[in-house]
């Protein structure tokens, strides 16, 4: 990244410029002190796994990025007016372990003065289906023979979308807890519709009144035999919700130690935030060190 040094206290906002056909993304790169409270939205979306990478104009320059990044960037883009974000791929400089570590440090600040959080879930396709039978679920009453008009539902098309919906990456990485424990608004963006946090509380409690939890993880599984090791989606919400109140490193690693990181060290570093027991400074976020002696610190404080 050709852009100078961050100062202490300072972090880069990115200014989408309004989307002009043919022009692709555009946007412009600067430094805010976040004591002076900017007004910007902090996005949590998954980088992805493909090799695949775009190009976006920052700044008058063009900046490679991942596939994922530049969906986000484009899906966030208005044609009516121009918006300000804080996206970590592009606002952190990812080839400068010193920078990344102050400002992982800085991550439970970020999120928590953005004007909201938007989950970016991506363009699936199925969005609508899954979210369309979520909501009429959630407006039945919780009894037995509510449950058993979906029983039959678990091949349907709309069911798989579902399933498909709790499957999607974002669910499983480490960086969501805090991402979102500490939002003033979360939403969420997924086929062009919108979900608030609230909504989706919701229907974590309804799918868990309907029993259908269980089912769900079942069908994840005969989807992905890999996600007998993965947290068991539906139950997330629940989980975030405990975060915030007081919460020990020891409660947070044990709670979400299965997530993802594409990251080791992201493990420990994602929680040194949100934990109440005030960890030592060995657990300040620091990527210049080896993995082992990150996890051999958290091991020996434990």
Known sequence: MNDPALEPGEIRLLKLKRWIPFLGVRADLYHV???????????????????????????????????????TLYGRSSMFRSRVL??????????????????VNMMTEIYESATRVVVWLGKTLSARLAIGLLNEMATLPSTVDSYRRYEHLTSSVQWIAMVDFFNLLWF?????????????????????????????????????????????????????????????????????????????LPFLLTDFGEFDSTDPRDKIFA????????????????????????????????
Not at 34 to 45: Q, T, W
Not at 86 to 103: A, R
Not at 285 to 302: F, M
């Open 33 to 71: 002190k976040l004591a002076d409270k900017p007004v910007y939205e902090a996005i949590s979306y998954t980088w992805g796994t493909s090799n695949e990478e775009r190009e976006v104009s920052i700044n008058g320059r063009p900046f490679v990025t991942s596939t994922s990044t530049y969906d």
């Open 271 to 302: 929680f040194t935030g949100l934990a109440t027991d005030e960890p030592n400074s060995a657990f300040v976020p620091n990527y210049t060190k080896p993995v082992e002696a990150v996890y051999r610190e958290t091991a020996a404080y434990l």
């Open 172 to 248: 499983t990485r480490v960086w969501i807890v805090q991402e979102v424990a500490v939002a003033t608004e979360v939403i969420f963006i997924c086929g062009g519709m919108t979900i608030s946090w609230d909504m989706l509380v919701n229907w974590t409690e309804t799918l868990k009144s309907y029993k259908t939890a269980d089912a769900i993880m079942e069908a994840l599984n005969r989807r992905d035999p890999q996600l007998g090791h993965k947290p068991k989606e539906p139950t997330i919400m629940e989980n975030i919700n405990v975060v915030l109140l007081p919460t020990s």
């Open 86 to 103: 804080w996206i970590d791929y592009i606002c952190i400089d990812q080839t400068n372990n010193l920078e990344k570590g102050s400002q």
